[in-house]
């Protein structure tokens, strides 16, 4: 059966003091057996920190983009076998910023994909279609190529380390929100697009999120579709109580 997952995405906010704040509001304030794994990516020069504050909660910590390379000359990069070294298993990769500020394509998260895999992470593949292709009905056709190059090299083993993100560009911190239709659509679509490459075992087995303005008033409903394991939260991963009431929003 496949997890229900929520994961924090912190992006460029909180400086060290600020992340240990907010990781201790969630630390109180987590119940128990939450009923979906948590993570949370702060950004790299809190992992560490994170980690070891959270080591004995269910609360995992993911990194939010590496390199693809063990090490070298690539300054300002962080390696997989670094992220492994400070506790932290999980790395989110194809994040559509990453795409569109930094100039990521398939083929470099391609590489990305098989380094992290390759090291022993999980992965939290993010993927979605920009807006002026959502209006042009192109949203099947950019999903489909985004995980054809991207992730589709893995073996079936490999996926038992992958969550996917689908991400609607046009949703991302812009306070506009895939329908729950629209989303277990394209959810629905990916899970047989999995199924077709490899096998209906492991396209139940994945979890697929979803990403774009996800709030405590709108969780419920999106997470309450058939196809929907869980999501990726920006802005509202930023308050505890937020995130948390997110965290519980499963039935
Ligand atoms: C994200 O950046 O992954 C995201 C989903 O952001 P937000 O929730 O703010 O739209």
Redesign the pocket.
């Known amino acids: 059966m496949r997890k229900n997952i929520v994961a924090g ?1 912190w ?1 460029m906010n909180n400086d060290l003091a600020e992340t240990s704040e907010l990781l201790n509001h969630l630390k109180m304030q987590l119940v128990k057996e939450p009923t979906a794994e948590v993570y949370v990516a702060p950004s790299y020069v809190s992992l560490y920190h994170a980690f070891q504050t959270l080591k004995d909660t269910p609360v995992k910590v993911a990194a939010q983009n590496m390199h693809f390379a063990k090490s070298g000359a690539h300054t300002g990069e962080v390696s997989a076998q670094m992220l492994m070294s400070t506790g932290v298993n999980t790395v989110i990769l194809g ?3 990453r795409r569109a500020q930094f100039g990521e394509t398939d083929e470099i998260l391609a590489k990305k994909v098989t380094a992290a895999i390759e090291a022993g992470m999980e992965v939290i593949f ?1 993927f979605g279609e920009e807006l002026e292709e959502r209006k042009g009905d192109k949203h099947f056709d950019v999903v489909k190529s985004q995980l054809e190059n991207a992730i589709f090299h893995l073996s079936k083993e490999d996926w038992k380390n992958v969550i996917l ?1 689908y ?1 609607p560009v046009w ?4 306070g506009e929100t895939a329908s729950p239709e629209q989303a277990q659509e394209v959810h629905a679509y990916v899970r047989k697009l999995v199924a077709d490459k490899y096998d209906s075992e492991t396209a139940e087995n994945v979890s697929i999120l979803y ?4 709030k405590p008033d709108n969780a419920k409903e999106i997470f309450g579709k058939e196809d929907v394991d869980g ?7 930023l308050k505890a109580i937020d995130f948390l009431a997110i965290v519980n929003a499963f039935e």
Do not use: Q, R, Y
């Not at 949703?171 to 812009?174: D, E, K, L, P, Q």
């Not at 990403?211 to 996800?214: C, D, I, K, N, Q």
């Open positions: 995405n992006k994040h559509s910023e993010c993100a991400e949703a991302i911190g812009t990403g774009g303005s996800v999501g990726l939260i920006g802005g509202a991963s």
